[in-house]
C-alpha cells in the first residue's frame, strides 16, 4: 500500500532559513518561536529547538538567525539565496566530495561579533566525512568573518538543560510577571539570614516555588542551571539583576 503524506499548508508562511524544510509529513519539524530572531521558525530537530530557547534568553546575544545561508565549499563562498544555491549544486554536481554546507544558527553577539553555530545531538557527532566537511567550512567561515562554534546538546530528557530550558523560555515569555527591582534587596536580606534554596528564598519572598523559573528568567535569582533541576531543593542565590547565568550553550561547545 502506498503512503500519502499531506502538505504542511503553514510552512509557507514562516521563515525556515536557507534550507527549506521538506513541505510534507514524512520528514519531522519543530514550529517555535525565537525571542531575538524573526520570530516563529521552523528547526529540523528538537536539539535545534533547545538551541533557540537558549540564543534567545542569553543576555550575550544581540539576535540570530536559523539556517541563515548556505556555504559553497568548492569556490569557498557564502549563498544567501535560492538561486545562488541552485546555482552551485548545478556547477558543482559533477565535483566529488562534499559540495554545500548550511550551518543552523547565526548569532549576533554584544560588541558587533558573528559566530556560526551548528548543532549536534550528543551520540549522534557524524562520521569521518562530515567531520572534514565541517573543518572545511569553520576555515572558509572564518575567512569571511565569522566564528564558529559545534555545540553538542545533551541526549537525555533528564538532563537539567533538557528540563530547565523549556521552563525559562516560557518564563521570559511572561513580562507581565517581572519581579520590581526592590525585590533584590529583600532577596539579599534573605541569603543573609541562611536562605541557600530555590523553596527558602520563594518562601522568604511569599510566592510558589511555581515563580522560580520568572525569578531566574528576570535575575533575581541565580542557580547553576546545568547542575541542577530547577525545584524546591535546588541551590541558589541573589542574582542582583544579572543574565549570567542564562548564558547556557557556549558551555556545550566543542
Known sequence: MNQQYGKRPSLSRVDTG????????GK????TFGQKSQGLMVVEQEAERLTSHMLGMDPSVVGYQSQPFVVDLIDHAILR????RQQAKAKHKDRPGPKLFTPDF???LSGG???VVEVKLDGYLGDAAYQQKLELAQAILWDHGYEFMRVVVPISPKHPLRLNVPLLHQATLRKDLMPQTDVYREVEQLAQQGAHTMSEFCTGLAVST???PVLLAFGTLSMDLTAYQIRGDAPAEPAFGSLDHLQLLWGLGT
Open 18 to 25: 536557507a534550507r527549506r524544510v521538506a513541505p510534507s509529513y
Open 28 to 31: 519531522e519539524s519543530f514550529l
Open 81 to 84: 539565496t535560492g538561486e545562488q
Open 106 to 108: 547565526l548569532v549576533q
Open 113 to 115: 561579533r558573528q559566530r
Open 210 to 212: 511555581r515563580m522560580a
